[in-house]
């Protein structure tokens, strides 16, 4: 199984393409999800309430980034409060 650094690696790879790189995302949503201990879809919700960005759907450059900044300050978070 990956960790999150390979995948995130891949996130922010742009020689791949967007959609390649928004299931890397998804993979690390799911990584997160299981650091904090909630099921991904509040994840995704979180996501979509702070950003307005649907993370269940592939989307532009600039949704992936901004959705993956608040992903990662999220894990940071979590890491810090453990």
Known sequence: MSSFNTHARNVLNKDLAIKNRWSHFRSCMNKVSNLANLNRI?????????????????????????????????????????
């Open 42 to 82: 509040k994840i995704v919700e979180l996501i979509k309430q702070d950003t307005s960005i649907d993370c269940d759907r592939s989307g532009s450059e600039e949704e992936l980034i901004i959705a993956w900044k608040y992903l990662t300050e999220y894990r940071e978070k979590l890491i810090a409060s453990k």
